[in-house]
Structures are given as structure tokens and as C-alpha cells.
Nanobody, 120 residues
Framework: QVQLMESGGGLVQAGGSLRLSCAAS????????MGWYRQAPGKQRELVAD???????NYADSVKGRFTISRDNAKNMVYLQMYSLKPEDTAVYYC??????????????WGQGTQVTVSS
């Protein structure tokens, strides 16, 4: 069993900041890419940012320069530091991981999501 557990969401005013954390636990051999996605009401889930095990990052154009993704490979954790938040950043944020399980299978896992609400 593998679980991803997000934390750090909440309500913030426009221009504020939040830091999301995600911890992967369970029968994990290694983790390849980790990332953050978000889904606003009535919209499709979209990639916010992802990061490889080697530290290469990729960001959605809408968050470049405002959000920073990082990870701690030793702790199987990924973070999303969000600055200059805008009302349009309001969404449920999901953690994602592509990993190799202890029994050698390449699998994809999702967290349960954490709500981020930015008020204007």
C-alpha cells in the first residue's frame, strides 16, 4: 500500500502565500517524478508543477515566477511554495507521484487533495 498525504491548504487573501506539503508513505522502492495538480470547480484537473528525482522542474505558465516546487528525496516529500496568490489560484490541489513499489511495479498515485482558497 502507498499513500500520499497533502497538508498546508487554507484560506488566504490575494497577494498572500501558502506552502503545501505532500508525504509519500508505504511500500515504496523509489519515486520518479512528483508533482502538484489542481482542479477548480467546473474545470479539468491541470498540472501546476512537477519535479524529477534529479531536481528538474516544470511549471504551468500561469504560476511561473510565483510558485516553487521542491522535494526531499530522503523523506519522500514534495513541497509547493506559493507566493503572490491570485483568486484564480483557488482550487483543490492534488499531489501526484510516479513511483516504483516495493514489489517492482511502476505505478501512479494521487493524494486526496487539499483546498486552497484565495479571496480578493
Amino acid at each position: 500500500q502507498v499513500q500520499l498525504m497533502e497538508s498546508g491548504g487554507g484560506l488566504v487573501q490575494a497577494g498572500g502565500s501558502l506552502r503545501l506539503s505532500c508525504a509519500a508513505s508505504g511500500s515504496i522502492f523509489s519515486i520518479n517524478a512528483m508533482g502538484w495538480y489542481r482542479q477548480a470547480p467546473g474545470k479539468q484537473r491541470e498540472l501546476v508543477a512537477d519535479i524529477t528525482s534529479g531536481g528538474s522542474t516544470n511549471y504551468a505558465d500561469s504560476v511561473k515566477g510565483r510558485f516553487t516546487i521542491s522535494r526531499d528525496n530522503a523523506k519522500n516529500m514534495v513541497y509547493l511554495q506559493m507566493y503572490s496568490l491570485k483568486p484564480e489560484d483557488t482550487a483543490v490541489y492534488y499531489c501526484n507521484a510516479d513511483l516504483i513499489t516495493a514489489w517492482g511495479r511502476l505505478e501512479e498515485y494521487w493524494g486526496q487533495g487539499t483546498q486552497v482558497t484565495v479571496s480578493s
